[in-house]
Structure formats: structure tokens, C-alpha cells
């Protein structure tokens, strides 16, 4: 609540801004998720969790902004998900040439609200020319966020996979998605890498961001079997991500 007042307060401040424009922003891009152990249950020596698996994202933004700083809201959709793997132990694989991995990952659909501050840090220029002006210029820009998000009823509940590999090796794997709240709560930072066409009209911007959840959203609950060895391990869900976004600014309202 203290964030969106802020927000409202930053607003009010803005009517003395020399330049004001309202833009919209479609945007695609990629987001990995983040899960961390559940500290109650086990895991086998050879699994691991958090390996890079990388998931479609896309936004439609409005942005509102002044000579000093910008501010977003709308929907962004991503995925709160898990990824890991796992190979027979070391002890008792069969195959002579090393133990058999299996890898798995998923993904539930969440919609992110969120409300973004961004402020300009730094302008370089590119391709100056007879007169000393730049032909391109990209700027810098810090943002810091906060958003509410929403993960809708799914029917990919859970999964089975299991089999035998050629050396006799054998892996099972029973996973349960175990949705805990469907409302989440999310701290956002990153930067914004802004370009500027000849006329210093904003162009595409890429976004690096890291968003960090807050509450816990999803277990994912993994029984797995190697070689005849059973263990059971919880992974959990946040919605934790490290996201890459390009989006291009579609001018709604200029104000002078």
C-alpha cells in the first residue's frame, strides 16, 4: 500500500514537468523461474533444481512520461514454474559410462498487475556527425516495481514419467502441482536499455529485470525413484523470475 501511495504522490508532483506524453507498450519476451527446497522434505544427492529453462512472456504496458521519469501499469504473462534433474546414483548405476539423467520442467500461467518506476541514469550517443549530433542514442534507465499476480485453475495438476534406459538403469518420477494461493505479491528491479531513432524519438527498449516473490504460490510436489531407491522432494514456488522484455512505445497523448 505504501508503494502505490508513494506512486499517487509522484504523480501529483509531475503537473510542473516541462514535457508529459502517454505511450503504450506491447512487449514479448522470456522469463526463468525460480523454486527453492522445501527445508521439511529430502532430496537425493544427484538432484538438482533451478537449471535454466526459459519460458515465452508478453505484456501490453501504458506508460506515462515526464522529463524525469516514467511509470508503467498493465498485464504482463509469464509462467511461475520448476525445472530439475536428476541421474542414478553413482553407487549403483549400470551403466558403465556414467549415470542416466532425466530432466523435467513446467510451467503455470500467471498474470502479473504490476506498477513500474523508471528514471534515466545515463545517455550515450552513437555515430555523431559534421555538426556534432549523435545519429542514435540509447539511455539507461533504473526501475523499481511492484505487482500483484494471479494464477488461473489448471488441468496440468501433475505427471508421470518413468522408464527403463538401455543399460537397465531406471528412473521414475511422480509429480504433483500443488497450488497453495492464487494471489501473489512481487518486488521488482532492473534496467532498461532505451534507443533513440534521428529525431531522439524513443524507439524499442529491452528491459533486464529480476522480480522477486513474496509469498508462496505453488508446491511442486516430486516422488522419484532411482534404481529402486525411492525419494520425495517439494519445491517451492514463489514466482521468482529473471526476465528479458523487448517492447516498442506506441505514442496515445503528448502534453508540452
Not at 504523480?11 to 508529459?20: A, E, G, H, K, R
Not at 508478453?58 to 501499469?73: F, G, Q, R
Not at 531406471?170 to 512481487?186: D, L, P, V
Amino acid at each position: 500500500m505504501r508503494f502505490y501511495l508513494i506512486i499517487i504522490l509522484i504523480l501529483i508532483s509531475s503537473i510542473n514537468s516541462f514535457s508529459q506524453q502517454l505511450t503504450l507498450h506491447p512487449g514479448i519476451g522470456f522469463q526463468t523461474p525460480f523454486t527453492s527446497l522445501d527445508q521439511n522434505t529430502s532430496k537425493a544427492p544427484t538432484f538438482r533444481h533451478n537449471r535454466v529453462r526459459q519460458y515465452f512472456s508478453y505484456s501490453l504496458l501504458i506508460t506515462y512520461t515526464t522529463d524525469k521519469y516514467s511509470i508503467s501499469t498493465g498485464i504482463l504473462n509469464g509462467k511461475t514454474g520448476v525445472s530439475y534433474t536428476m541421474t542414478t546414483l553413482p553407487d549403483n548405476t549400470r551403466n558403465p559410462s556414467g549415470a542416466p539423467r532425466r530432466s523435467q520442467s513446467t510451467g503455470l500461467l500467471t498474470r502479473h498487475f504490476p506498477i513500474i518506476y523508471s528514471r534515466e541514469i545515463k545517455r550515450l550517443g552513437f555515430g555523431a556527425n559534421s555538426e556534432g549530433l549523435y545519429r542514435h542514442n540509447i539511455s539507461i534507465h533504473s526501475i523499481i516495481g511492484a505487482s500483484i499476480s494471479y494464477t488461473p485453475p489448471s488441468n496440468a495438476g501433475s505427471l508421470s514419467l518413468g522408464g527403463a534406459f538401455f543399460s537397465g538403469d531406471t528412473i521414475e518420477i511422480s509429480r504433483t502441482n500443488n497450488t497453495i494461493q492464487r494471489f501473489g505479491a512481487s518486488l521488482t528491479a532492473g534496467v532498461i536499455l532505451q534507443l533513440y531513432n534521428k529525431k531522439n524519438r524513443p524507439t524499442w527498449n529491452l528491459t533486464l529485470y529480476y522480480s522477486q516473490g513474496l509469498r508462496r504460490l505453488v508446491n511442486f510436489e516430486i516422488d522419484y525413484t532411482l534404481n529402486g531407491e525411492t525419494f520425495a522432494t517439494t519445491l517451492i514456488s514463489r514466482g521468482t523470475v529473471a526476465g528479458i522484455h523487448l517492447s516498442y512505445p506506441i505514442r496515445l497523448k503528448k502534453w508540452d
